[in-house]
């Protein structure tokens, strides 16, 4: 009991939270502006923390200077992935009203060949990298310097995301773009471009937050699978298009999973997040917050 | 320099195999308000949205001002001038009076007087006034006609386009949005309406266009299509 309210929990609830928050809002945008549901969206995690890792490694890099790289390559991907391969996903109008499913399946491929396609450059092994890692007492909490940063970097990330949305005339047009493709297109937004900013933003956050956890936790190709896990109970959770329900819904899943598994045990990491899920679409399937819409045309 | 400002030259159009429009030749001249009539599914709605961008033709063309616009996308036709006030108004429902104000004048053009801009909507609509905080999902059936107007005029267009702006409105309503549209003509804006409420339409229209099944049937001065006996008799229950 003394661990739950030594406020150890409560720092490390907050760190996973706003882990959570940075990799479901990009989920949520890719979502919420193109109706395609990015199951490969933890595997860009993956691949910003192996960009931090190498970085280290070879060049002794600080993980947060490589942060912006592992942005840059994730957003690259992004440009690719969706130049190449979702614009056609989206080229007819018969194809578009089939974007949903296909958009699922091409991006499951993505998340296949990521994940093997690493674990062949680099194996499965797990790796790690030791930075920052002095533990340090704040009142009677001990946490690692790495964490703490994670935790003040992220909640500025998540504040600046928010700031980006809410005053930023690229971010009113994404959730213009949210609410409704054809009036978006009425007041001339350049729907395709904002598909590809949505896409790029989201994979980069993703990509970062992987850039962050690496620096605590060991990293391997198959690391992504429980963000994009976690990512989806939390898009639902805060509401389907619902960026800032998403960032909040975050912490709140970072939270319960924390304190349910200081509770119950690691082993029930799934069944906590699963919980969460099943009750969450029993009881408010619109999610946590807003109106009654569960999902936008 | 000539007279027309929109003009359709055999344009066909539809949804993947299923044509609505065959072969529309159609002429908005600079300055007027000009009427499209025809019943419901003759494809009205399907020319305004090919007008602005939304759907591609099949066949003809479409110019603008002079410039060939069969091909832009409709952001670009936005931002050349062409505003819609779509069917059933499609205002953003979570974003407030002044938000869906602030996205009507998302284009290069007119971005840097969003404020300016939305100051005079708020003084043409002094009702958006009054709900200038309150998120669209909330606002009436008219107070929602008045801001898809508001937001299209926030372009600054040249051509508007209206899509049966009367739709749903109670009749006293339908009489405030029809003084509005003449208020924006008189300020120099070229206006293409479709219309179900055919008579009001017509005695405000100066030229009007009558479609059936598709193509154009009729056209003529509003004077003289509304004295047409087959309009009398289809359109205006005489």
């Given at each position: 009991?003394?661990?739950l309210?030594?406020?150890?929990?409560?720092?490390?609830?907050?760190?996973?939270?706003?882990?959570?928050?940075?990799?479901?809002?990009?989920?949520?945008?890719?979502?919420g502006?193109?109706?395609?549901?990015?199951?490969?969206?933890g595997d860009?995690?993956?691949?910003?923390?192996?960009?931090a890792?190498?970085?280290?490694?070879?060049f002794?890099l600080?993980?947060?200077?490589?942060?912006?790289?592992?942005?840059?390559?994730s957003?690259?991907?992004?440009?690719?992935?969706?130049?190449?391969?979702?614009?056609?996903?989206?080229?007819?109008?018969?194809l578009l009203?089939?974007?949903?499913?296909?958009?699922l399946?091409?991006?499951?491929?993505?998340?296949?060949?990521?994940?093997?396609g690493?674990?062949?450059?680099?194996?499965?092994?797990?790796r790690?990298?030791?930075?920052?890692?002095?533990?340090l007492?704040?009142?009677?909490?001990?946490?690692?310097?790495?964490?703490?940063?994670?935790?003040?970097?992220?909640?500025?990330?998540?504040?600046?995301?928010?700031a980006?949305?809410?005053?930023?005339l690229?971010?009113?047009?994404?959730?213009?773009?949210?609410?409704?493709?054809?009036?978006?297109?009425?007041?001339?937004?350049?729907?395709?471009?904002?598909?590809?900013?949505?896409?790029?933003?989201?994979?980069?956050?993703?990509?970062l937050?992987?850039?962050?956890?690496?620096?605590?936790?060991?990293?391997?190709?198959?690391?992504?699978?429980?963000?994009?896990?976690?990512?989806?109970?939390?898009i639902?959770?805060?509401?389907?298009?619902?960026?800032?329900?998403?960032?909040?819904?975050?912490?709140?899943?970072?939270?319960?999973?924390?304190f349910?598994?200081a509770?119950?045990?690691?082993n029930?990491?799934?069944?906590?997040?699963?919980?969460v899920?099943?009750?969450?679409?029993?009881?408010?399937?619109?999610?946590?917050?807003?109106g009654?819409?569960v999902?936008?045309? | 320099?000539?007279?027309?400002?929109?003009?359709?030259?055999?344009?066909?159009a539809?949804?993947?195999?299923?044509?609505?429009?065959q072969?529309?030749?159609?002429t908005?001249?600079r300055?007027?308000?000009?009427?499209l009539?025809?019943?419901?599914?003759?494809?009205?709605?399907?020319?305004?949205?090919?007008v602005?961008?939304?759907?591609?033709?099949?066949?003809?063309?479409?110019?603008?001002?002079?410039?060939?616009?069969?091909?832009e996308?409709?952001?670009?036709r936005?931002?050349?001038?062409?505003?819609l006030?779509?069917?059933?108004?499609?205002?953003?429902?979570e974003?407030?009076?002044?938000?869906?104000?602030?996205?009507?004048?998302?284009?290069?053009?007119?971005?840097g007087?969003?404020?300016?801009?939305?100051?005079?909507?708020?003084?043409?609509?002094?009702?958006?006034?009054?709900?200038?905080?309150?998120?669209?999902?909330?606002?009436s059936?008219g107070?929602?006609?008045?801001?898809?107007?508001?937001?299209a005029?926030?372009?600054?267009?040249?051509?508007?386009?209206?899509?049966?702006?009367?739709?749903?409105?109670?009749?006293?309503?339908?009489?405030?949005?029809?003084?509005?549209?003449?208020?924006?003509?008189?300020?120099?804006?070229?206006?293409?309406?479709?219309?179900?409420?055919v008579?009001?339409?017509?005695?405000?229209?100066?030229?009007?266009?009558?479609?059936?099944n598709?193509s154009?049937?009729?056209?003529?001065?509003?004077?003289?299509?509304?004295?047409?006996?087959?309009?009398?008799e289809?359109?205006?229950?005489l």
């Amino acid at each position: 009991m003394d661990v739950l309210l030594s406020g150890q929990l409560l720092i490390a609830a907050l760190v996973t939270g706003s882990i959570y928050a940075l990799v479901a809002v990009g989920l949520n945008l890719i979502y919420g502006t193109m109706r395609m549901l990015n199951v490969a969206h933890g595997d860009l995690a993956m691949i910003g923390a192996y960009v931090a890792f190498w970085m280290f490694t070879l060049f002794g890099l600080s993980p947060f200077l490589s942060l912006f790289l592992a942005m840059a390559l994730s957003a690259l991907l992004a440009a690719i992935f969706y130049q190449f391969i979702f614009k056609r996903v989206m080229a007819s109008s018969k194809l578009l009203d089939r974007a949903e499913a296909n958009s699922l399946l091409v991006f499951f491929g993505i998340a296949v060949i990521l994940q093997n396609g690493t674990a062949a450059l680099f194996t499965t092994n797990p790796r790690g990298f030791q930075y920052l890692d002095q533990v340090l007492q704040i009142g009677n909490a001990a946490i690692t310097a790495n964490r703490l940063a994670t935790l003040i970097l992220s909640l500025i990330l998540v504040v600046a995301v928010v700031a980006f949305f809410r005053f930023t005339l690229v971010g009113l047009a994404l959730r213009a773009l949210i609410q409704d493709r054809t009036a978006s297109q009425i007041v001339g937004i350049n729907i395709e471009r904002i598909f590809l900013y949505s896409f790029m933003l989201g994979f980069a956050l993703s990509g970062l937050a992987g850039g962050l956890v690496s620096m605590y936790e060991q990293i391997w190709p198959f690391m992504g699978f429980p963000y994009t896990i976690a990512a989806f109970v939390i898009i639902i959770l805060g509401g389907l298009g619902n960026l800032f329900g998403s960032l909040a819904a975050g912490m709140i899943l970072g939270v319960l999973e924390t304190f349910g598994i200081a509770i119950t045990g690691p082993n029930f990491r799934s069944i906590l997040i699963y919980g969460v899920l099943i009750l969450v679409l029993l009881l408010r399937p619109q999610g946590l917050f807003g109106g009654k819409r569960v999902v936008a045309r | 320099m000539t007279d027309a400002l929109l003009e359709l030259k055999q344009v066909s159009a539809g949804y993947g195999e299923v044509k609505v429009l065959q072969n529309v030749s159609l002429t908005v001249r600079r300055g007027s308000i000009t009427a499209l009539i025809g019943a419901n599914g003759a494809g009205k709605t399907t020319l305004m949205r090919v007008v602005s961008g939304l759907i591609p033709v099949s066949a003809g063309t479409l110019g603008f001002d002079g410039a060939d616009i069969t091909r832009e996308p409709s952001s670009v036709r936005v931002e050349r001038g062409i505003s819609l006030v779509p069917e059933g108004r499609l205002i953003f429902p979570e974003f407030s009076v002044e938000e869906n104000l602030k996205i009507g004048a998302y284009i290069k053009r007119v971005r840097g007087r969003q404020g300016e801009l939305s100051k005079q909507m708020l003084g043409l609509f002094p009702r958006l006034e009054e709900r200038r905080s309150q998120a669209g999902q909330t606002l009436s059936g008219g107070e929602q006609q008045m801001l898809a107007i508001a937001r299209a005029l926030m372009a600054e267009p040249r051509l508007l386009l209206l899509d049966e702006p009367s739709l749903g409105l109670a009749p006293q309503v339908v009489a405030q949005v029809f003084e509005k549209i003449q208020e924006v003509r008189a300020k120099g804006v070229t206006v293409f309406i479709v219309e179900q409420d055919v008579r009001s339409t017509l005695s405000f229209a100066d030229y009007a266009y009558v479609i059936e099944n598709g193509s154009l049937q009729m056209e003529g001065s509003a004077e003289s299509v509304r004295e047409n006996p087959k309009v009398k008799e289809s359109y205006l229950g005489l």
